[in-house]
């Protein structure tokens, strides 16, 4: 399974943007999805996951309330809506799946994507 991430870019805090990842084959329709994020100089870490059915969420607390992650099976593809940006917002961010594992640990996740670059000036 590859996995192809776009949609980062600059915004300002306060503004949104919306993250894709599309996967190269069907069989991501039953691995839970992911997305982390890794910022200059620190570890990659938890931001959302969404599982293969019936798309149970899970988010870190940083990004409670302010990101939503969904999926589209028929596209094979999940998404991040990032609204309410913040400064400390701004890394690389990575899509993931895994048929099992844990959810919080990067190291759990098998297939990744090769992150799109978020920027959120203040």
């Known amino acids: 399974v590859q996995l192809q991430a776009s949609g980062g870019g600059l915004v300002q805090a306060g503004g949104s943007l919306r993250l894709s990842c599309v996967a190269s084959n069907r069989a991501v329709r039953n691995y839970s999805m992911g997305w982390f994020r890794q910022a200059p100089g620190k570890e990659r870490e938890f931001v959302a996951f969404i599982s293969w059915s019936p798309g149970t969420t899970d988010y870190a607390d940083s990004v409670k309330g302010r990101f939503t992650i969904s999926r589209d099976k028929t596209k094979n593809a999940q998404y991040l809506q990032m609204d309410d940006l913040k400064p400390e917002d701004t890394a690389v961010y990575y899509c993931?799946?895994?048929?099992?594992?844990?959810?919080?640990?990067?190291?759990?996740?098998?297939?990744w994507g090769q992150g799109t670059l978020v920027t959120v000036s203040s």
């Open positions: 993931s799946a895994q048929l099992t594992g844990a959810r919080y640990s990067a190291r759990s996740w098998t297939y």
